[in-house]
């Protein structure tokens, strides 16, 4: 791996944003192209974050500053990602569900699904049925990505789908949930496509649902 790639993975695992934003602002000097920084600096840096988390060794808080300094470098590259045309898995409508303000594990999904090159279109917390639908439509989103972390606002996940089928949205798109309370059974039970239960996973699922 070249030097470079090597100090803006170690910044991100490090999470020390300012060092990443300035090293992904050298690699574009350097000429390295937003692909190969974007795969190999960044998105290693990131599955490897996820499997420390999975293995026990950073938690929640360290998961989070990782994906911001992660975040960090995403604006720096931005620009010359679309300049690169870089293209897109696929794009995502992501909010948590209605009378729902937990917004940080939505957040961290959206941030990881961005890093793996997903187009997120996120619509925040308290999102309604009919606006999950409107904004699938408008973009003509692959997936739906659903958080709820309160036990009252879970169902809202089944109207949400609800109101897909509705619409004829439904086969056209991956209908993702996830939160603390939900289990693989619940995501079953209302006929979604997926559940896991964090960020990484989250990637992990959403790139084997279109074979990515
Ligand atoms: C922070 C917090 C709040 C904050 C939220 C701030 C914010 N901007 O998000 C505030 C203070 C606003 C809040 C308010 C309330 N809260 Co609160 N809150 C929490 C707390 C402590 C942490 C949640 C959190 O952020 N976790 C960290 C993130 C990273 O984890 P996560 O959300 O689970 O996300 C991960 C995975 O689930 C997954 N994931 C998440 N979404 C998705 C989506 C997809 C598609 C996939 C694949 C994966 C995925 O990936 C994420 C990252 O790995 C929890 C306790 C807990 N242990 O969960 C209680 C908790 C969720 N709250 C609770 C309650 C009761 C409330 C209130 C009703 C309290 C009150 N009486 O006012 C209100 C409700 C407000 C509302 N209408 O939403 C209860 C819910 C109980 C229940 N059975 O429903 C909990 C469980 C606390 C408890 N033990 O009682 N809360």
Request: proline fraction near 3%; include cysteine.
């Given at each position: 791996?070249?030097?470079?790639?090597?100090?803006?993975?170690?910044?991100?695992?490090?999470?020390?944003?300012?060092?990443?934003?300035?090293?992904?602002?050298?690699?574009?000097?350097?000429?390295?192209?937003?692909?190969?920084?974007?795969?190999?600096?960044?998105?290693?840096?990131?599955?490897?974050?996820?499997?420390?988390?999975?293995?026990?060794?950073?938690?929640?808080?360290?998961?989070?500053?990782?994906?911001?300094?992660?975040?960090?470098?995403?604006?720096?590259?931005?620009?010359?990602?679309?300049?690169?045309?870089?293209?897109?898995?696929?794009?995502?409508?992501?909010?948590?569900?209605k009378?729902?303000?937990?917004?940080?594990?939505?957040?961290?999904?959206?941030?990881?699904?961005?890093?793996?090159?997903?187009?997120?279109?996120?619509?925040?917390?308290?999102v309604s049925p009919q606006a999950?639908?409107?904004?699938?439509?408008?973009?003509?989103?692959?997936?739906?990505?659903?958080?709820?972390?309160?036990?009252?606002?879970?169902?809202?996940?089944?109207?949400?789908?609800?109101?897909?089928?509705?619409?004829?949205?439904?086969?056209?798109?991956?209908?993702?949930?996830?939160?603390?309370?939900?289990?693989?059974?619940?995501?079953?039970?209302?006929?979604?496509?997926?559940?896991?239960?964090?960020?990484?996973?989250?990637?992990?699922?959403?790139?084997?649902?279109?074979?990515?």
């Amino acid at each position: 791996m070249e030097p470079i790639l090597k100090e803006i993975y170690d910044g991100i695992i490090d999470a020390d944003q300012e060092l990443v934003k300035e090293k992904v602002g050298a690699a574009l000097s350097q000429g390295l192209d937003a692909d190969t920084i974007l795969n190999q600096g960044m998105v290693s840096a990131m599955t490897e974050v996820g499997r420390l988390f999975e293995e026990g060794e950073y938690f929640v808080p360290e998961m989070l500053i990782c994906a911001r300094a992660m975040q960090a470098g995403l604006s720096v590259l931005k620009p010359a990602m679309i300049a690169a045309n870089l293209k897109s898995v696929g794009k995502v409508v992501a909010g948590t569900v209605k009378g729902d303000l937990h917004d940080i594990g939505k957040n961290l999904v959206c941030m990881m699904l961005e890093g793996a090159a997903f187009e997120i279109y996120d619509l925040g917390s308290d999102v309604s049925p009919q606006a999950f639908a409107d904004k699938v439509k408008e973009v003509d989103a692959d997936f739906v990505v659903m958080s709820a972390l309160l036990t009252t606002t879970m169902p809202n996940m089944k109207a949400t789908i609800e109101v897909l089928k509705e619409a004829g949205l439904r086969d056209k798109v991956k209908v993702l949930v996830g939160g603390a309370p939900l289990t693989t059974r619940y995501c079953e039970d209302i006929g979604a496509d997926g559940y896991a239960a964090d960020a990484s996973r989250a990637v992990t699922l959403a790139k084997s649902l279109i074979g990515a």
